[in-house]
């Protein structure tokens, strides 16, 4: 087993633990950007180019991210008008998002680019969103 799902297994756990703690503390909006930073972090850290000890440690982190994400999310939109048709979109776009970035990453490999060079489309994607913020 590769040690990186298990970095990506810890940090899903560490954030089980700790989001709602964080959530009663900071409410949404601070559970959300402290999510939002860990995965933006990771994802920098491995467009970077760390050594290989690390990366399962970076994985973690972006695991925390996606995975106190997910919920600081999903809270935010059922709490809008029509929230079971919003739900569903979000969802779905969790899913094609899921599904798609393992294929692109695959091809990015296959083509010998190296694998870090994968993580500069989501630091790029989420610069807008930092800007904006």
Known sequence: MSLIFV????????????INKTHSLLGRRGAGAISFLCMGLGNLFLALHPPWHFVPVV?????????????TESAWVGSLHHSSGFLGMLQGCWGIGSTIAPLIANAVVRR??????????????????????
């Open 7 to 18: 970095g990506t297994v810890v940090g899903a756990v560490m954030v089980t633990a700790a």
């Open 59 to 71: 994985m973690g982190l972006v695991s925390y991210g996606v995975a106190g994400l997910d919920p």
């Open 112 to 133: 010998g680019i190296p694998y870090y060079q994968f993580y500069y489309i989501p630091v790029s994607l989420r610069s807008p969103v930092i800007n904006h913020c």
